[in-house]
């Protein structure tokens, strides 16, 4: 990929010349150029700020060889005014339409190799690239921000067709009965303030939104005083802080003064209720308070007390909703706000289940708060949760830098750290108090309005001085550091200890330091055969989902409480002919949680109770997508392409036959599956991290070694099914969006010589960022789809493959989706890619691939899975050989021999009477009568 920038050589000789010596959190010397004051140093974070007001924060952690940057304007939904709803939103879909030194920011993206994302939340906008460590990416991430700070376009014929892509986006929320309550229950509680507003504004607001306007909001707050710049990951310090004042030091600070927000929602002063109808498959009962800001120092307590109620399963909602078969699933949650904001809970029930049931529940189980007082067990479980949960994320430097943005938003950085910090304070007293000033009918929004003659009202704190809070904080000592570790096949293989031993599981070891001595492991047990599996499939997934629900020697509440003192994540989840489970826990709790994951695998209790609400809660997941278009789509399209017989373990099933599956399972089948199947002769087990490698290995076969199932195992072959394209256009009546699923299946194995070439064909035709084809033409250029691309797949050991492409959209378009989709397609069966986009595109590829090698979690997953198929990195290495050394005509050729557009099948869902409907009224009398209309 070109890069057009330029150098800033006279800045440079300025900042080498007059720079002066600081001395950094990790106790280097800082070089800081002349101009740039140095601010708060905190865990490994610190803050510089420059002379034109933007603010740094810089956070060196070199154990990943990747470079996170982020940057965060203090511009959200809440800064809009009259008729700017979703305007924030809309930016920041422009801002990557191109600026005036990069043009082409997806396809420069894509060639970086970079992860991308945009975001607008209420209080802020962020935009952040994770890439390999490297001084040019580097250079080029800190160009491309600097300059699309102030230049980027913003044009009128780009926000043509941005805009109906933002209001496809709308329109897929739309889809969603659950959101839509959200929305309505929101708005309905705040009668002034912005966040009754979306973000993703008014649909009206983004279909007129007036170019000028547009142009005007971003030249107000896209400036540097108005900007926080996060670099987290393997950096130098100095260096990077020259390269910042290098590109972003040059921007003036503008003459402009931001007014502060300051509209403040009155109080409320009576119960409000809001009923939504339209159609859905579940019910849905919920419940929102008004509360603090998120600066303020009740906050942490609020989180506690959320905690409390939801937790799964000793939760009060929990034992409340779904121990008495209510509801079928609880949530509750809250969002860390400038200015004060609320908590909102919901519960969601099957149809023949009495929502004014639930909603006494839901409501009794929330007063109770208040009522009765929460133990020290209640408080101490929740904490523990949330604390687990801070700390395990306090562990990724990428994920920390991302996390600042919302305390930026907030109103300081250390805010983060004063919310942990007052987190360990909370106590049961503080629970109760909170609790009981907030949750009250005056101040909550569920229903209908009820007449009070004592109307007792909540007055809701302003957030804090929140300089005062911060100004004088240092933080703690910096977690353990991880070494620099080099992510090449060759280095990987050099480092990995394999076990492997007939009849016994095997071991892939990789022990590293990590950040905060972090482990993350991956276990698979495989078992049975297609014979054996038979009409087993509802019984396998049922199984695997009871692993933890609770052993014959700890309860599901003892295994939670253990795995949060542990302060590990463990997910078990399987179906058909295996069980899988991840891992994520610490150097010195990695024994424990290894017995509490054998203990879950080899010593399930299949509690009757809990099989009960296992069974409610996937009823209720069932009915939920029975009428979602993207449910659909997906499921017919499976069907149709991997047409397997009835009784297979691998048959895709209907709604109807999902319900009649769950409802003729019982306990004893599940009990009887794993008595026969579960055992550990054929499984295989990684861990990447801090770990002792002997003690591990030596604990593994203890535990599993001698574990043996009584079904022998063999895999499951898969086939090659040569399907007829056959359209299937579903109805999915009064859904605002549409689902399109597209694809043909390939005799293809990941070894097949083509399969480099395909595997790049494809990332420039759908699998990239937004410069892909199909994203250029149906997302960038014509504003069909929020969501376009494809995808490649081909087993490893069979001659089975796929290519299948997808797009939500505006049913309306349906006819101008597939027209573009099948041009785009024969556009590059006929004249292929160009030199240019293959090496880009193969730069970009190769360099994703590196960072995913870099992720201990997606490293473990390779290694466990290169067991099985008794692979090393080399195949990796191997690979990316085969890639570097493609040529245009052996990728054209390869998408031309295996893509064939006249056999991709299309599946359609959507409400599409509706749409031709509205379609037909928009068309003049003569044009209707007299045929289509062109």
């Known amino acids: 990929m070109k890069n057009n920038r330029t150098k800033r050589g006279i800045l440079a000789a300025a900042w080498f010349v007059s720079s002066l010596t600081l001395v950094s959190a990790q106790d280097k010397p800082v070089s800081v150029p002349a101009g740039v004051t140095k601010g708060a140093s905190v865990e490994g974070i610190t803050e510089y700020n420059l002379k034109n007001g933007l603010k740094v924060l810089l956070f060196p952690d070199p154990s990943k060889p990747t470079i996170t940057v982020n940057i965060t304007y203090l511009v959200g939904s809440r800064h809009e005014g009259l008729g700017e709803t979703g305007m924030a939103h809309l930016l920041e879909h422009m801002v990557f339409k191109g600026s005036t030194k990069h043009t082409n920011i997806p396809q420069e993206l894509t060639a970086h190799g970079a992860r991308p994302n945009g975001t607008t939340w209420l209080d802020r906008t962020n935009y952040f690239e994770t890439f390999a460590a490297t001084d040019e990416n580097l250079k080029w991430a800190l160009d491309l921000e600097s300059d699309r700070m102030v230049n980027s376009f913003i044009k009128k014929e780009d926000l043509a067709t941005e805009f109906s892509v933002v209001r496809n986006e709308f329109e897929m929320g739309e889809n969603s009965p ?45 400036q ?45 002063d009576g119960e409000r209720m809001v009923t939504l109808r339209r159609v859905g498959d579940t019910k849905a009962v919920s419940a929102l308070y008004h509360i603090m800001p998120g600066s303020h120092p009740d906050y942490p307590v609020m989180d506690v007390v959320i905690e409390l109620l939801t937790n799964e399963p000793s939760g009060r909602l929990y034992k409340a909703l779904i121990d008495t078969k209510k509801a079928s699933q609880q949530y509750g949650y809250s969002f860390t706000t400038k200015d004060p904001g609320y908590v909102y809970f919901a519960a969601e029930l099957l149809k023949e289940k009495s929502i004014d049931d639930a909603k006494a529940a839901l409501l009794g189980a929330l007063d109770s708060v208040a009522i009765t007082a929460p133990t020290k067990e209640e408080v101490e479980r929740a904490k523990a949760k949330i604390l687990k949960d801070v700390e395990l994320s306090f562990k990724n430097a990428d994920r920390v830098g991302l996390a600042m943005s919302e305390y930026i938003a907030t109103g300081d950085w250390r805010l983060g750290f004063l919310y942990r910090d007052a987190l360990e304070k909370v106590t049961p007293a503080d629970v109760k108090r909170v609790a009981s000033y907030y949750f009250k009918p005056s101040n909550r929004t569920v229903g209908l309005f009820v007449p009070d003659p004592t109307p007792d009202r909540v007055e809701v704190p302003d957030a804090p001085d929140i300089m005062a809070m911060v100004k004088d904080y240092k933080g703690r000592a910096l977690i ?15 480092r990995t200890r394999r076990i492997e031993q007939p009849n016994t599981i095997e071991l892939a070891l990789l022990p590293k330091t990590t950040r905060g001595n972090e482990v993350n492991a991956r276990l698979t047990l495989r078992y049975g055969d297609q014979k054996s599996l038979m009409n087993k499939s509802a019984i396998s997934v049922l199984t695997a989902a009871m692993l933890d629900k609770g052993t014959t020697t700890r309860s599901r509440q003892q295994i939670k409480d253990e795995l949060d003192k542990l302060k590990a994540q463990v997910n078990i989840f399987g179906g058909g002919n295996q069980v899988n489970a991840v891992i994520k826990t610490t150097k010195e709790n990695l024994p424990a949680v290894v017995r509490l994951l054998t203990d879950m695998l080899k010593n399930p209790v299949f509690d009757a109770g809990e099989f009960e609400k296992l069974k409610q809660e996937q009823l209720a997941q069932i009915e939920a997508q029975r009428s979602e278009p993207q449910s659909l789509a997906f499921t017919a399209f499976q069907r149709q392409m991997t047409p397997y017989p009835k009784e297979d373990v691998r048959y895709v099933s209907t709604p109807d036959e999902d319900v009649a599956a769950l409802n ?68 999915a009546p009064d859904k605002a969006n549409a689902m399109m699923v597209a694809g043909v299946n390939l005799p293809l194995r990941d070894d097949d010589p083509d399969y480099p070439a395909l595997m790049l064909g494809n990332y420039m035709l759908g699998g990239g960022f937004l410069n892909s084809r199909l994203a250029v033409r149906i997302r960038q250029k014509e504003g069909i789809s929020y969501g376009v691309g494809s995808q490649i797949s081909a087993s490893s050991l069979d001659k089975s493959g796929m290519f299948m492409t997808y797009a939500i959209y505006n049913p309306e378009n349906a006819e101008k989706l597939e027209k573009a989709f ?43 899975n290169y067991l099985y198929l008794n692979r090393t990195m080399a195949w990796d290495a191997d690979f990316e050989k085969k890639m570097e050394s493609l040529t245009p005509e052996q990728v054209n050729a390869a998408m031309k021999k295996h893509i064939d557009p006249a056999k991709i099948s299309i599946i359609k869902a959507g409400d599409f009477a509706k749409a031709a409907k509205k379609i037909a009224e928009k068309q003049p009398a003569s044009s209707v009568s007299g045929g289509k209309k062109n």
């Open 178 to 222: 659950q959101n839509v309550l959200n929305e309505r229950v929101v708005s309905s509680a705040y009668l002034w303030h912005n966040y009754g507003n979306s973000t993703i504004g008014n649909r009206s607001d983004i279909e007129r939104v007036p170019i000028e306007n547009l142009q005007a909001f971003y030249k107000k707050f896209y």
């Open 224 to 268: 540097p005083d108005n900007a926080v710049l996060v670099i987290a990951g393997k950096i130098d310090e100095s260096k990077t802080l020259q390269l910042v004042n290098e590109y972003f030091g040059a921007i003036p600070k503008p003459t402009r003064v931001l007014q502060p927000t300051y509209s403040q929602e009155p109080v409320q």
């Open 480 to 494: 353990a550091q991880g070494e620099a570790f080099d992510p090449s096949p060759a280095n990987i293989d050099g």
């Open 664 to 731: 003729a399972t019982k306990l004893d089948d599940l009990k009887q599956f794993h008595k026969e199947f579960y055992g550990a002769q054929n499984a295989t087990m990684s861990a990447v991290g801090d770990f002792d490698e002997a003690a591990v290995r030596k604990m593994v076969m203890a535990e599993l070694g001698t574990w043996k199932a009584k079904k022998p195992f063999s895999r499951l072959v898969s086939t090659y099914n040569d399907i007829k394209p056959t359209p299937q256009s579903i109805e």
């Open 822 to 864: 099948r041009e785009e397609m024969d556009r590059v069966v006929k004249d292929g890619f160009t030199a240019e986009e293959i090496q880009a595109a193969r730069s970009g590829l190769l360099q994703s691939r590196m960072v995913s090698r870099a992720q201990d979690p997606s490293l473990a997953g390779t290694l466990n």
